[in-house]
């Protein structure tokens, strides 16, 4: 394509009404505008100006011309203000990703931010597989649990707390596990993330290695596993039907807490957090929608119950 920057400097020339008016508009001195315009003439063998002392007085070449340049101008300033825009005023569609157990908290955290952002739409990508944030072109990902190095840039959220968890009716047949040993005897579920698999061929059972402290107390864990899941809600789910024991996220199941579908078993027993990130592509600034969104994030993940701070 060939310079567009001639068209437009021909352009403010006109609107402006001279050279040196055009010159200050541009930021160029009128000499620079003056050779700008006279190198577009000379390249297509055409005269666009009249020049006098006192004002330019278009040709008949340069009246064909000008409403192309014009439109020219009108749609780099539009082209600009629409960067501003979305440097400045939350807009688009904002593409969010997150694990499933993590997709009901999106709503609430963003919820206000679509209240006062009419222009921004939403759309949510709910998936425990890891999606690529370019061929997804995602803006932001919620993930759980420890990052590998990657080009992505990452911002702490909070930490989420993992306890262990039973339906009240699994209680009742298995009976409530009060030291951490008696954890061994029970059923448990597993997700796939956690769980290490027996080696092929082996009629082993899959387990799960995980810490309990209490004080200066520390018991390390090796359980088997009877039920796995790749789907932290389905293991909840599981859970709450009184399938067995599961380590799930503290604030994803607050609510079952609070109405009796589960129960915490070892509550004095404290396991490490994991941490909840979001993660967005590298770039040299972030979007208007994307601070915002972000900024909602942070807000809602620093006051959810069942998480400790970033």
């Not at 649990?145 to 009742?172: F, H, K, N, T």
């Not at 490490?272 to 915002?292: C, E, F, G, S, Y």
């Amino acid at each position: 394509m060939n310079d567009l920057k001639p068209y437009a400097v021909f352009a403010e020339t006109v609107a402006a009404g001279s050279m040196s008016a055009a010159a200050r508009r541009l930021g160029m001195s009128p000499s620079a505008v003056s050779q700008t315009i006279r190198a577009l003439e000379q390249g297509f063998g055409v005269t666009l100006l009249h020049r006098s002392t006192r004002k330019l007085t278009l040709t008949e070449a340069g009246a064909r011309c000008y409403p192309h340049c014009l439109r020219l101008l009108e749609a780099a300033t539009a082209a600009g203000d629409s960067l501003l825009q979305a440097r400045d005023a939350p807009s688009g569609e904002l593409r969010v990703a997150a694990p499933v157990g993590f997709g009901f908290h999106i709503a609430p955290a963003l919820a206000p931010v679509l209240a006062a952002w009419p222009q921004l739409r939403l759309r949510l990508l709910v998936d425990d597989a890891m999606i690529d944030l370019i061929d997804a072109r995602i803006d932001i990902a919620i993930r759980v649990g420890q990052l590998p190095d990657s080009r992505w840039v990452a911002r702490r959220l909070c930490q989420l707390e993992v306890i262990l968890c039973a339906a009240p009716a699994y209680i009742e047949r298995h009976g409530m596990p009060d030291t951490p040993q008696a954890l061994a005897g029970h059923h448990w579920l597993g997700a796939m993330r956690e769980t290490t698999e027996a080696p092929t061929g082996g009629d082993l059972a899959p387990f799960i290695d995980f810490a309990l402290q209490q004080g200066a107390l520390r018991e390390q864990l090796r359980i088997d596993v009877r039920i796995v899941s790749n789907n932290q809600l389905s293991l909840q789910q599981m859970c709450e039907q009184g399938m067995g024991l599961a380590r799930l996220g503290h604030a994803d199941v607050h609510a079952a807490l609070e109405r009796g579908a589960l129960v915490r078993v070892l509550p004095h027993w404290q396991q490490a957090p994991l941490p909840v990130t979001a993660v967005t592509p590298r770039r040299d600034q972030d979007p208007a929608k994307v601070r915002v969104a972000l900024a909602a994030l942070q807000r809602y993940f620093a006051a959810l119950p069942g998480t400790r701070p970033a």
